[in-house]
C-alpha cells in the first residue's frame, strides 16, 4: 500500500535542491533547438497548497522554500527555479508550491512534451485536475519504472528522466539501479536524474557504488548535507545523480551547492559535495 503523501514535504529543504537543479537542467536541454521529452516517473500530486492541513503539519515548506523566497542578493543559479514559484504567487503571499511536474511544465516550448506517472489514487487525480487538458502532458496511472520500460527510448531521442520515488519500500536502490541500465542500454544518450535521501548514510552510499560498477559512463553526482551523517535519525541531507549532465553543469552546481548550503543550513555547518562517479567518456 502506498503511504507516502508529498504533501507533507512539499517545499522543504529537499525539494529546494532538487527543483533548483531540475530547473538546471531544463534549461540546459532548451539551449538547443530541438524538441526534447522529460518523463517524470513518480510525479506526485503536480502542485502543493502550504496553507493545507497536511502541509501545515510540520511546516517543512518554512526552512525550504520559506527561506529562499525572500532572500535578496542570491546568487543567479536560483532565479529560474524561484521565478517559477512566484509566477504560482503573484500576490507575493507563498502559497502554491510547484511540484516537478509543474515546474517542468511551465518551462516547455510548444514542441516539447512531459509524460508523468503517479501510482497514487489521490496524488493522480490531483495530477489529472492540475493538467487535464493539456496535449503537452500525458498522464499514466502507473508504474513509474513499468512505463519507463513501455516508452523509451522517446522518438525526439532528446530528453530527461526524472526518478524521484518515495523510498518507502526496501529495494528500491536496486530497482533504480535497473531502471538506469535499462535506460541506458536503450537510450545510451539519454539524461537520466535520480533524486536520494541521506538517512543511514551506507544505504546512499552502497548504491553509488552499485551504480558504479554497472559501468555506464558521466554520471555526476551533488549532495546536500544539512545535519551530521551520523546524528540522530531522519533526514541529514539528499543528493541527485545525473547521468548524461549538460556540460556545464558541473561548473553551474560548483556555485549553487554551496549557495543553497548557506540559505538552507541549520544550526550546524552542514556540507556539500560534487563528485563524477564514472567519468564522460
Ligand atoms: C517524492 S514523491 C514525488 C514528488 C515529485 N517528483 C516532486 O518533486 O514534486 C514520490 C511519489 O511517487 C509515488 N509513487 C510511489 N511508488 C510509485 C511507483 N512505483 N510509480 C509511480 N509513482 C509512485 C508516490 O505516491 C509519491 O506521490
Known amino acids: 500500500m502506498l503511504s507516502y503523501r508529498h504533501a507533507f514535504h512539499a517545499g522543504n529543504f529537499a525539494d ?9 537542467l531544463i534549461q540546459a536541454l532548451k539551449a538547443k533547438d530541438k524538441p526534447f521529452r522529460v518523463f517524470d516517473t513518480h510525479a506526485g500530486a503536480g502542485r502543493y497548497d502550504l496553507d493545507s492541513a497536511l502541509a501545515r503539519k510540520n511546516s ?7 527561506r529562499l523566497w525572500r532572500q535578496s542578493g542570491l546568487g543567479c543559479e536560483l532565479n529560474g527555479y524561484l ?13 502554491w508550491y510547484p511540484g516537478s511536474p509543474r515546474l517542468v511544465r511551465d518551462l516547455l516550448r510548444p514542441t516539447d512534451r512531459l509524460v508523468l506517472s503517479e501510482r497514487h489514487p489521490n496524488e493522480f487525480l490531483h495530477l489529472k485536475a492540475e ?22 527510448p522517446p522518438p525526439q531521442r532528446r530528453g530527461l528522466v526524472l526518478i524521484d520515488p518515495a523510498y518507502e ?7 533504480l539501479v535497473e531502471a538506469v541500465r535499462l ?21 546512499s552510499l552502497r548504491f553509488q557504488r552499485n551504480l558504479r560498477e554497472s559501468g555506464i559512463p558521466a554520471m555526476l553526482c551533488a549532495e546536500l548535507g544539512l545535519y551530521p551523517y551520523d546524528g540522530p535519525s531522519g533526514l541529514h541531507g539528499c543528493g541527485m545523480i545525473v547521468i ?5 553543469l558541473e561548473e553551474t552546481l560548483k556555485r549553487l551547492l554551496p549557495e543553497l548550503l548557506r540559505c538552507l543550513r541549520v544550526s550546524q555547518p552542514g556540507e556539500t559535495r560534487l563528485e563524477w562517479l564514472t567519468p564522460a567518456l
Open 244 to 248: 548524461n549532465p549538460p556540460w556545464r
Open 83 to 95: 521565478e517559477r514559484v512566484r509566477a504560482l504567487n503573484p500576490d507575493g503571499n507563498l502559497r
Open 131 to 152: 493538467f487535464s487538458p493539456d496535449r503537452q502532458v500525458e498522464i499514466h496511472q502507473a508504474d513509474g519504472y513499468a512505463l519507463l520500460a513501455a516508452l523509451v
Open 183 to 203: 535506460i541506458h542500454r536503450r537510450w545510451a544518450s539519454g539524461m537520466i536524474a535520480i533524486w536520494y535521501p541521506i538517512l543511514d548514510r551506507a544505504p
Open 169 to 175: 519500500f526496501k529495494g528500491e536502490f536496486d530497482r
Open 60 to 66: 517543512e515548506f518554512a526552512d525550504g522554500i520559506g
Open 16 to 24: 529546494a535542491f532538487k527543483h533548483a537543479l531540475l530547473v538546471q
